[in-house]
């Protein structure tokens, strides 16, 4: 289907946003999963390998593959509503 050209810009200014986000999440998982919150040791491997994962889906996810622009979006979405119980656990001191 044709679609008119300020739709296209907004659906490109949108994908951008989502590129945004998920490179602030990839860049604040990495940053957690490196220095583990004190839990356990950090774990080398777990890090290569997720940020392997995360440049795949990014890779792809910038040639357009529709699988990967999904991923990027439930990612995205996926750490928005962690935050918010992250801030919702910290607000109440559960």
């Not at 777990?46 to 990027?72: D, H, N, P």
Request: hydrophobic share 55%.
């Amino acid at each position: 289907m044709y679609e008119f050209k300020d739709e296209s810009k907004r659906k490109e200014k949108k994908f951008k946003i989502y590129l945004f986000l998920f490179t602030m999440s990839v860049l604040i998982n990495t940053f957690i999963d490196f220095f583990d919150l004190g839990i356990e040791k950090v774990s080398e491997f777990r890090v290569v390998l997720s940020l392997f994962f995360y440049g795949v889906i990014l890779y792809f996810g910038l040639r357009r593959k529709f699988w990967a622009e999904v991923m990027i979006k439930f990612f995205v979405w996926l750490n928005i509503i962690l935050l918010l119980i992250i801030i919702t656990v910290k607000v109440l001191g559960l």
